[in-house]
Structures are given as C-alpha cells and as structure tokens.
DNA sequence: ATAGCTCGCCGAAAGGTTAT
DNA sequence: ATAACCTTTCGGCGAGCTAT
C-alpha cells in the first residue's frame, strides 16, 4: 500500500472500466469488481473519515469476484451518477491480464436463465451462487444499481423502466442491475418485480377482502391473475393468502393420537428411527394428507417447536409420564 | 404453545417477443 | 427458422411476527 503512484516506478497503471463505487443506504461505499467466477470474497475495510487517498491493491485470485465495502468517508468523491471509474495500481501483470482473457461476466448472474443442467455444470466446475432469503447488502447493492441505472438516464421511477419500457428500451436493465450479485440473473429478475410491484405489499387483508377472495376463489379457481385484479392484489399475494384457508382442520390442543400420528409419519418420511432429531426431508404438505386432521402448517409448527425436540431430548419424555402430569395436576399435587 | 398472518423464496415450465 | 431473450404462471415451501 502507498499513498501515491508516483512512488510506485515499478507499477504499471491500468483503467478497469468495469470496476465501480457504489453507496449503499447507509453512506457505506462499496467497490465493485468483475465478477469472474462464483465465489466471492467479500472484505471490509473501514477507513479513517480524513482519507482522501484510497489506494486499493486487488489480486484476482482464481478469477474470483470480491467487492470491497468502505466506511467513514468524509465526503464521497463518488461522480453525480454514483459511480466513480477508479484506477488499479497493478503489480502482478500475469495475474490481470489473465484475468482479462478470461470471460468478462459471470456465467452466474449473466445468463439469463439458469436450467438444471447449467446449475449442474457450474457447480462442478466450482461455481457457487448465493439462493434463499435475501441479505441486507444484497439488498442494498440492487437498489443502487437500479438507482445509478435510473438517474444515468435521467429518470424518476425505476417502475417506468420495469413495467412500462418496451423490452428494447430497457435492454441491459437486469444484467446491469444484477452487478456485484451472486445470484441467478433470473432470481434478481424476480426480485426485481416483486420488490417494484405495489400491488405486492398492500398490507393486512381485511375481513371484506376475505369475503371476497372467497367468492372469487369459488368463480375463478386457480386463475390468481384475475383473482388478484379484482382485489388489488398481486396474483402471488392472493394465491398466499389462500393458502392460508384451510378449513378441515381441528384447532386447539393436539391430540395424543394426533401427536402420535405425525410422529410417525415424520420419521417415516424423514427416513430415520424414532428419536433422532429430524432436520429436513419432509414435505408437510404429505405429512398434512396423512395425519388427516392437521394442515400442512400446523404439521410443521407443532413438529419443530415441540415434538422433535421432546423426541430426541437426552431425557424422554414417555407417554406414561404424559399421564402422571395430567393425573397429579388433576389431583393438584 | 398455538393460531393467524404477512412477506417472501424457489424451481419448473410454458408461452411470448426480438434479433440474427 | 432459430436462438436468445423476456414474461407469466404454478406448486411447494419457509421465516418470523403478533395475539392470546
């Protein structure tokens, strides 16, 4: 590390364009790299709030992608449009001009669809991606792609590009917005939509709407589109909601039939003998079919917050025990 | 502890549009 | 015509909150 170039004879200097700062929601600036490989390293630096000088010095080992995330800058010296084209002080030339023979994109997060097969493919060759909830940082990273994209053509609200651009016009929006995210270009399209979509986070359904989602679960079926415009809603919220309204269920206090019923059914499905802790491959819409008077949801809730650990507990806790609770507290000892 | 609920994610697949 | 790109839909599932 320096605090010049002028001190570095021996560097050779070289302009990446693809690399950029952004700012997230918090003022944290953060340094994007090409992503050319799956796996992404991700270190953070905080800087002293006087730095003026930042000097960056980045190996692109095994082609990997890595972002850096700064915080405490005084005053960002980021451009109008939040992206500042920075210099890379390169003292390993094989290493980036490797680099740049390599491909330039990620195969993860730039094709536009990832089939089975493809996943397949990239993850024997050591491909990693990021699926499940999405964190904060991801979270901001998209938002300010999508801002940067949206200011960088001089426009107000990022849903004019998402819903109402013609595909043309819009040409590069997701594989511009997906920068710095190790994800399927196809999940940040989704993303994407959900997050744009204001007929998505409406709020509690009121007793009316109920009424009314039944009524048009009656005349409609399955067909969520249409359900959801005559709501408000969008097709994934009213599809949730039904799913919701199940209705030959028991409510109340488990039986111990109950109990005993989806005891076995889990394990059995879970492939595992009776007391060892179940930590996946059940799929409680089945077990739901057959503990018969149980919805999926009650299934599964009942299964991890109580019975899974009362069966794999060090100490059991029998049947007979089950029995002398209720009898003494009956008794009131 | 249980129910009720909101918000959200995923893969898969079918269907539509545009570029070459 | 074909490939590439984009959109929509569906079924399956989960985290995590609140009220009681």
């Known amino acids: 590390m320096s605090t010049g170039a002028e001190e570095e004879e021996a560097v050779t200097l070289e302009t990446v364009n693809s690399v950029t700062l952004t700012q997230d929601s918090d003022g944290s600036i953060i340094l994007h790299c090409p992503p050319n490989g799956g796996l992404s390293h991700t270190h953070t630096h905080t800087l002293p709030s006087d730095c003026l000088c930042l000097c960056v010095v980045i190996s692109f080992l095994n082609h990997e ?40 994109v990620s195969p993860v997060s730039q094709a536009w669809f990832t089939t089975k097969e493809d996943k397949d493919t990239l993850a024997n060759k050591g491909h990693k991606w990021k699926q499940g909830m999405w964190s904060k940082e991801e979270i901001d990273i998209l938002m300010n792609n999508i801002e940067r994209y949206v200011k960088g053509r001089g426009m107000e609200d990022p849903a004019e590009i998402i819903f109402e651009m013609s595909k043309e016009e819009r040409k590069d929006f997701y594989r511009s917005v997906a920068w710095g995210l190790n994800r399927p270009l196809f999940a940040v399209y989704r993303r ?59 409510t109340g206090k488990w039986s111990e039939e109950e109990e005993r019923r ?3 059914v889990v394990y059995e499905m879970a492939g595992v003998s009776p007391g060892v802790a179940v930590t996946g491959g059940v799929s409680w819409a089945s077990v739901a079919d057959q503990v018969r008077t149980r919805s999926e949801k009650q299934c599964r809730s009942k299964w991890l917050n109580y019975l899974n650990w009362k069966h794999s507990g060090g100490t059991e806790w029998t049947k007979e025990d089950d029995l002398n609770l209720i009898q003494f507290s009956c008794l009131g000892i």
């Open 262 to 264: 989806l005891a076995e």
């Open 192 to 250: 994407v939509l959900r997050m744009y979509d204001n007929r998505n986070h409406v709020g509690k359904y009121t007793p009316e709407e109920i009424e009314k989602l039944k009524a048009l679960r009656q005349k409609h079926g399955n067909d969520w589109a249409t359900i959801g415009a005559a709501l408000g809603r969008s097709a994934s919220s009213v599809k949730d909601r039904c799913r919701l309204m199940k209705d030959t269920c028991n």
């Open 65 to 104: 992608s890595f972002e850096v995330t700064m915080t405490a800058t005084a005053d960002s010296e980021l451009s109008e449009e939040g992206v500042a084209q920075i210099q890379i002080l390169q003292e390993d030339e094989d290493s980036l001009s490797s680099h740049q023979k390599t491909e330039e």
